[in-house]
């Protein structure tokens, strides 16, 4: 049978009697495959055909390849239409995926003996999802289910090396579930606490009793970026701060307003807790198992910038549910309704499913957050994953979806890592890179491996910087820490990625560097095409910078700090157009890249990794530092004259 439209299919499913059993499928081309050998797991036997799997399948939205135009039209400073930024009704009704999309892959389904009450759509009409067993599966998308075991852990799970799609429905499909997903990363903190690059003050400190090379406060960074102190409270701006599994322990923040802030904040002062699906607050046994500086060192970074404007603190994650430990896709289900539904919405094995479904009292038993969470105009993220870890197809959705909060007027800010141009598997892990041919993670690699979410273009990613001597006037270099341990080495995060192509904001500066100062490794170490996606964007200190975590002082480096900290200047920004009676600035990258006049260019140091030297702070942009740290008496009147 065929459907006029979906609708009138689903009110009519009641009725539909079950077809035949159809013949082999014919027509299939390959959609997705997984490149190389998967790392940390083993292949090990055939899925029995009768297990039962929960198929999705995501439809392709509109309008996706006109996301550059929408965004730049209200984030270009030369467009007329700067800073209208759009209603998520908008966005919700612009992406929706086509009536002939969903009505083609219902038929297929249907035709190929999927009983139509079997079948439920999104309310949103983003995705179908059926329970079908593993034989169904495999002769829909003509492919193999196998079990994978963990080589560490031992955890089993199902997954298949390629799939195959109908010619004629494969256009109408981003991915289907689960197929090539194997990894659930735990966003990894971009941190080095504990790595001998977090050192404690021994006796504490306060404002001017160390040189800023020694510890980095709010004083060295005002001095610095040339930024003032905080003096305004714009409704609806409070800045975001995300955390995963890492714990803000509030009897740290008087200590640290007394010491570290000027004037000084207030003790009572508090962020907005932000729970989402069952994020916890702190307590002696999170502190007592080392968790805590991370958030310690975002929080107190951006209120001593901020203040008197809030802090909204979003926690994500119960932290117990780490069977799928899962990305940035929970945080992007509470803040957007529409994307718990979009495309697949959430993943088996690799975003966490809530109510958690391991045998965990502990965990979290509440349904998913979908929408709710209050949206910050500046969100910062200090947590990033590796690239070649995740599937393609998974990293263009939740890409598209930061282009949507762009839209809406978020600027997303992302640290960029700590590992030069190689990355780290997992928190704990040493850095790796990718297989040269295949580009998979490979611990033995030689080619470079990108970070994400940064590969996203429509993301600013912070690089670090550290002071070349012991006062804000001897300059920044980029930060290099080098050290004996394989997981202990801290270079700014940055390089370009192998599946996002350049954006235009960046094409210029990004080939003035490859023009001029590229490495020549050749095409089998980076992405040397001219035609790729590079990180990162900008940067800012990070290393030494003054943090009180358990009742003791420390200065703490990594991108993490870096993030926040240029965060806070955004912010700041927005106040400043709020009072004039403008909005918040949103995507950020187009502006930025037009007037690199208002960055201090850092040109000494460099990222090494995957036994080279990676690559040279040099004249402008580059994938190091970026277009340098920001100047804040440059950046205010660029963004008053917007509209």
Same mark, same amino acid.
């Given at each position: 049978?065929?459907?006029?439209?979906?609708?009138?299919?689903?009110?009519?499913?009641?009725?539909?009697?079950?077809?035949?059993?159809?013949?082999?499928?014919?027509?299939?081309?390959?959609?997705?495959?997984?490149?190389?050998?998967?790392?940390?797991?083993?292949?090990?036997?055939?899925?029995?055909?009768?297990?039962?799997?929960?198929?999705?399948?995501?439809?392709?939205?509109?309008?996706?390849?006109?996301?550059?135009?929408?965004?730049?039209?209200?984030?270009?400073?030369?467009?007329?239409?700067?800073?209208?930024?759009?209603?998520?009704?908008?966005?919700?009704?612009?992406?929706?995926? @086509?009536?002939?999309?969903?009505?083609?892959?219902?038929?297929?389904?249907?035709?190929?003996?999927?009983?139509?009450?079997?079948?439920?759509?999104?309310?949103?009409?983003?995705?179908?999802?059926?329970?079908?067993?593993?034989?169904?599966?495999?002769?829909?998308?003509?492919?193999?289910?196998?079990?994978?075991?963990?080589?560490?852990?031992?955890?089993?799970?199902?997954?298949?090396?390629?799939?195959?799609?109908?010619?004629?429905?494969?256009?109408?499909?981003?991915?289907?579930?689960?197929?090539?997903?194997?990894?659930?990363?735990?966003?990894?903190?971009?941190?080095?606490?504990?790595?001998?690059?977090?050192?404690?003050?021994?006796?504490?400190?306060?404002?001017?009793?160390?040189?800023?090379?020694?510890?980095?406060?709010?004083?060295?960074?005002?001095?610095?970026?040339?930024?003032?102190?905080?003096?305004?409270?714009?409704?609806?701006?409070?800045?975001?701060?995300?955390?995963?599994?890492?714990?803000?322990?509030?009897?740290?923040?008087?200590?640290?307003?007394?010491?570290?802030?000027?004037?000084?904040?207030?003790?009572?002062?508090?962020?907005?807790?932000?729970?989402?699906?069952?994020?916890?607050?702190?307590?002696?046994?999170?502190?007592?198992?080392?968790?805590?500086?991370?958030?310690?060192?975002?929080?107190?970074?951006?209120?001593?910038?901020?203040?008197?404007?809030?802090?909204?603190?979003?926690?994500?994650?119960?932290?117990?549910?780490?069977?799928?430990?899962?990305?940035?896709?929970?945080?992007?289900?509470?803040?957007?309704?529409?994307?718990?539904?979009?495309?697949?919405?959430?993943?088996?094995?690799?975003?966490?499913?809530?109510?958690?479904?391991?045998?965990?009292?502990?965990?979290?038993?509440?349904?998913?957050?979908?929408?709710?969470?209050?949206?910050?105009?500046?969100?910062?993220?200090?947590?990033?994953?590796?690239?070649?870890?995740?599937?393609?197809?998974?990293?263009?959705?939740?890409?598209?979806?930061?282009?949507?909060?762009?839209?809406?007027?978020?600027?997303?800010?992302?640290?960029?890592?700590?590992?030069?141009?190689?990355?780290?598997?997992?928190?704990?892990?040493?850095?790796?890179?990718?297989?040269?041919?295949?580009?998979?993670?490979?611990?033995?690699?030689?080619?470079?491996?990108?970070?994400?979410?940064?590969?996203?273009?429509?993301?600013?990613?912070?690089?670090?910087?550290?002071?070349?001597?012991?006062?804000?006037?001897?300059?920044?270099?980029?930060?290099?820490?080098?050290?004996?341990?394989?997981?202990?080495?801290?270079?700014?995060?940055?390089?370009?990625?192998?599946?996002?192509?350049?954006?235009?904001?960046?094409?210029?500066?990004?080939?003035?560097?490859?023009?001029?100062?590229?490495?020549?490794?050749?095409?089998?170490?980076?992405?040397?095409?001219?035609?790729?996606?590079?990180?990162?964007?900008?940067?800012?200190?990070?290393?030494?910078?003054?943090?009180?975590?358990?009742?003791?002082?420390?200065?703490?480096?990594?991108? @993490?700090?870096?993030?926040?900290?240029?965060?806070?200047?955004?912010?700041?920004?927005?106040?400043?157009?709020?009072?004039?009676?403008?909005?918040?600035?949103?995507?950020?990258?187009?502006?930025?890249?037009?007037?690199?006049?208002?960055?201090?260019?850092?040109?000494?140091?460099?990222?090494?990794?995957?036994?080279?030297?990676?690559?040279?702070?040099?004249?402008?942009?580059?994938?190091?530092?970026?277009?340098?740290?920001?100047?804040?008496?440059?950046?205010?009147?660029?963004?008053?004259?917007?509209?």
């Amino acid at each position: 049978m065929r459907f006029s439209t979906l609708v009138a299919a689903l009110a009519s499913s009641a009725a539909t009697t079950s077809l035949a059993a159809p013949s082999p499928s014919k027509g299939h081309v390959l959609h997705e495959k997984r490149d190389g050998k998967p790392h940390l797991w083993e292949k090990r036997d055939r899925a029995a055909r009768s297990q039962v799997l929960p198929i999705r399948i995501g439809l392709r939205q509109r309008n996706l390849e006109n996301a550059e135009r929408y965004i730049y039209e209200v984030s270009d400073p030369h467009s007329p239409n700067f800073g209208t930024h759009w209603t998520a009704e908008q966005v919700a009704n612009t992406f929706a995926p @086509s009536t002939t999309t969903k009505n083609a892959v219902l038929n297929w389904l249907v035709d190929s003996g999927i009983e139509l009450p079997r079948i439920t759509l999104s309310k949103g009409h983003n995705w179908v999802e059926f329970s079908g067993t593993v034989e169904e599966a495999e002769r829909l998308f003509s492919t193999e289910y196998w079990h994978y075991q963990h080589v560490e852990n031992g955890g089993l799970r199902l997954a298949v090396d390629e799939y195959s799609l109908p010619e004629h429905v494969q256009k109408h499909v981003d991915f289907v579930m689960p197929t090539v997903q194997l990894d659930g990363l735990k966003p990894v903190a971009n941190t080095n606490h504990g790595r001998g690059l977090s050192a404690i003050i021994p006796g504490g400190a306060s404002l001017g009793s160390l040189p800023c090379g020694k510890l980095v406060t709010i004083e060295c960074l005002r001095k610095l970026y040339k930024f003032p102190e905080g003096k305004t409270i714009a409704k609806g701006n409070k800045i975001g701060i995300a955390e995963w599994a890492d714990y803000l322990y509030e009897p740290d923040l008087p200590l640290f307003y007394k010491n570290f802030t000027k004037p000084q904040i207030p003790a009572k002062t508090k962020p907005e807790f932000v729970a989402i699906d069952g994020g916890l607050t702190a307590n002696l046994t999170t502190v007592s198992e080392g968790s805590g500086v991370e958030a310690a060192l975002d929080v107190q970074t951006v209120y001593s910038i901020i203040h008197p404007q809030g802090v909204r603190y979003y926690q994500v994650g119960d932290g117990i549910n780490v069977d799928s430990v899962g990305t940035f896709n929970i945080f992007l289900d509470a803040l957007d309704e529409s994307y718990c539904t979009y495309e697949g919405g959430d993943q088996p094995y690799v975003d966490p499913a809530y109510p958690d479904p391991n045998d965990n009292e502990l965990g979290y038993q509440g349904p998913l957050q979908c929408g709710g969470a209050p949206k910050s105009n500046v969100i910062s993220v200090s947590y990033g994953q590796i690239e070649g870890a995740l599937p393609y197809f998974y990293q263009i959705r939740q890409c598209n979806e930061w282009m949507k909060l762009g839209l809406q007027g978020v600027s997303v800010i992302y640290a960029s890592g700590d590992s030069g141009v190689a990355n780290r598997y997992n928190s704990g892990y040493p850095n790796s890179c990718l297989n040269a041919d295949q580009l998979f993670v490979d611990n033995n690699g030689t080619r470079y491996s990108p970070s994400f979410p940064v590969n996203c273009p429509y993301i600013t990613s912070v690089g670090a910087t550290s002071l070349i001597g012991n006062d804000t006037d001897s300059g920044e270099r980029a930060v290099s820490q080098p050290s004996t341990g394989p997981a202990n080495a801290y270079y700014s995060g940055g390089g370009f990625s192998n599946y996002f192509p350049m954006p235009s904001y960046q094409k210029s500066a990004v080939t003035h560097f490859l023009k001029n100062y590229a490495p020549n490794y050749g095409p089998n170490v980076y992405n040397d095409s001219g035609n790729a996606r590079g990180f990162p964007d900008v940067a800012a200190i990070g290393l030494s910078v003054a943090t009180v975590w358990n009742g003791s002082t420390y200065g703490v480096g990594g991108t @993490s700090a870096s993030a926040p900290i240029f965060a806070g200047i955004v912010t700041l920004l927005n106040e400043a157009r709020i009072a004039i009676g403008k909005g918040p600035i949103g995507f950020l990258n187009p502006t930025l890249y037009k007037h690199p006049e208002a960055f201090n260019d850092i040109t000494i140091g460099n990222n090494p990794g995957c036994g080279t030297g990676g690559f040279n702070a040099t004249p402008g942009w580059d994938p190091v530092t970026g277009l340098g740290s920001p100047n804040y008496e440059k950046l205010l009147p660029i963004f008053l004259r917007l509209p």
